[in-house]
C-alpha cells in the first residue's frame, strides 16, 4: 500500500509540474533573427525584447538575439521563410524583407503615399488595415506581436546632388532584393542594383554602386555613409516598419502565461524602439546638422519638387496597388487623407 501512494505521489507532482506554466519542454535557447548590427535602435529594440522576456520569466524562456543576418545565410529576403519553418522561433523584422513573401507588406513601399507623416503610418497599423495584416501574417505561419519602425527612406550618392528625377539618370542604386524596389528606381532613369546590406558598403567603396537608400537614423549615420556617399536627398518615398514576431510553430508551443508575458514585453520593447527610432526625424535638425559636420551635402525637396517624383513614380504605384489589394491600398489612402485633413484643420485654426 505504501508503494501505491509512494507511486501516486510522484505522478502527481510530476503532473502538476507539467502543468504550471513555464514548465513544460521549452528550448534552452530561443532564436532570433534580426537584420543589422545591435547598436542600432532596430538592434536595441530587439534586445530590449529578449532582456524583458528572460527578467519576466525568471530566466526560463531566453532569447538570442542573431544579428547581421545570421540566421538567414546570405539573404534577407529569405528570412520569412525561417519563421514559417521554425528556423527561427522570433523576428525582428523589416516589411520590406518579408514582402516577397507576404505581398500585402508592399503596402508601405508604395512611392510617396505617407507625405513624411508618422502619424498616418501610425494611423494605419493602428486600425482596420494593421490588424488584417496581422491576420494574413498568421496564416503565413508568423504571429505579429507588436509594430516598430525603421523610418522613411532616404537616397545617398556618390555623383551629384538630387532634386529631380533627371538627376537619377544612369546612377547605380543599391536596392534591397524586393521587386517594387527595382520597379521604383528604373522608373526614375536609375540603375537599380539589388544586393545584401552586407555586401553594400565595399560596393560603395569601390564604385560597383553609386549609392543607396535607407533611413538616417538606422544607416546613414550608424554606418558613416558619409565616407562613401557625398549626397544625400530627403524625399521620404517609403516608409519601412519592423514587426515583432514568433514562428507559430513555436507561439503553439507556448503556454497562455508565458505568451501573455511575451506579447507584454513585445509591444512595450515596440513602443520604446519606434520612439527612438524617429528621434529628431520628425524635427531633423540635430540629424542634419551631424550630416553637414560629416562633410554631406544636403538637398531637401520642395512640394513642386516633391509633386515631380510622385507623379513619374504613379505608374509603379498602380500597378503594384493592383498587386497588394486595391481594398487594402484605399483603406491605407484614407487614412493618410484623414491624418492631413486633420493637420491642415490645425493649421488653419493655429493661423488664426
Known amino acids: 500500500m505504501k508503494n501505491v501512494w509512494l507511486g501516486l505521489t510522484v505522478f502527481c507532482l510530476f503532473f502538476i509540474a507539467m502543468a504550471a506554466p513555464g514548465m513544460a519542454a521549452y ?9 543589422v548590427e545591435p547598436t542600432s535602435p532596430w538592434g536595441q529594440g530587439a534586445q530590449m525584447f529578449a532582456d524583458l ?10 532569447i538570442k538575439p542573431y544579428f547581421r543576418g545570421q540566421l538567414y545565410a546570405g539573404k534577407q529576403t529569405n528570412e520569412f521563410l525561417l519563421l514559417q519553418q521554425g528556423v527561427a522561433d ?13 505581398k500585402e507588406l508592399n503596402l508601405f513601399s508604395l ?13 494605419l497599423e493602428a486600425g482596420e488595415v494593421g490588424r488584417k495584416i496581422f491576420r494574413i501574417l498568421a496564416d503565413k505561419g508568423a504571429i505579429a506581436l507588436g509594430w516598430g519602425e525603421n523610418g522613411f527612406r ?15 539618370q544612369g546612377l547605380k542604386i543599391r536596392v ?16 537599380p542594383v539589388a544586393m545584401n546590406w552586407g555586401e553594400v558598403l565595399s560596393a560603395l567603396q569601390s564604385g560597383t554602386v553609386d549609392g543607396q537608400e535607407n533611413p538616417v537614423a538606422s544607416i546613414t549615420i550608424p554606418y558613416r555613409l558619409w565616407e562613401v556617399n557625398k549626397y544625400i536627398t530627403f524625399w ?48 531633423s535638425a540635430a540629424f542634419l546638422d551631424i550630416l553637414k559636420k560629416n562633410g554631406m551635402e544636403i538637398t531637401l525637396l520642395t512640394p513642386a519638387q516633391f509633386q515631380a517624383f510622385k ?9 503594384w496597388a493592383s498587386d497588394i489589394g486595391i481594398d487594402l491600398v484605399r483603406a491605407a489612402e484614407k487614412a493618410v487623407k484623414s491624418v492631413e485633413a486633420k493637420k491642415s484643420r490645425k493649421t488653419r485654426k493655429d493661423a488664426r
Open 311 to 319: 507623379v513619374k513614380t504613379k505608374p509603379v504605384y498602380d500597378k
Open 53 to 62: 522576456v528572460k527578467k519576466r520569466t525568471d530566466g526560463r524562456i531566453v
Open 176 to 191: 534591397v532584393g524586393a521587386p517594387i524596389f527595382t520597379d521604383i528606381f528604373k522608373s526614375l532613369g536609375a540603375d
Open 154 to 168: 532616404e537616397i545617398t550618392n556618390s555623383k551629384r546632388a538630387i532634386h529631380t528625377p533627371e538627376d537619377l
Open 90 to 102: 522570433f523576428a525582428l523584422a523589416s516589411t520590406i524583407n518579408w514582402s516577397t513573401t507576404v
Open 27 to 35: 528550448k534552452a535557447e530561443y532564436r532570433m533573427s534580426v537584420v
Open 236 to 283: 521620404h518615398y517609403a516608409i519601412d516598419p519592423l514587426i515583432f514576431a514568433a514562428s507559430k510553430e513555436t507561439w503553439d508551443a507556448l503556454d497562455r502565461i508565458d505568451r501573455e508575458i511575451i506579447s507584454k514585453a513585445a509591444r512595450e520593447a515596440a513602443s520604446w524602439q519606434k520612439k527612438a527610432a524617429r528621434e529628431g526625424l520628425t524635427d
Open 111 to 123: 512611392p510617396f503615399l505617407f507625405h513624411n507623416e508618422y502619424k498616418a503610418v501610425d494611423a
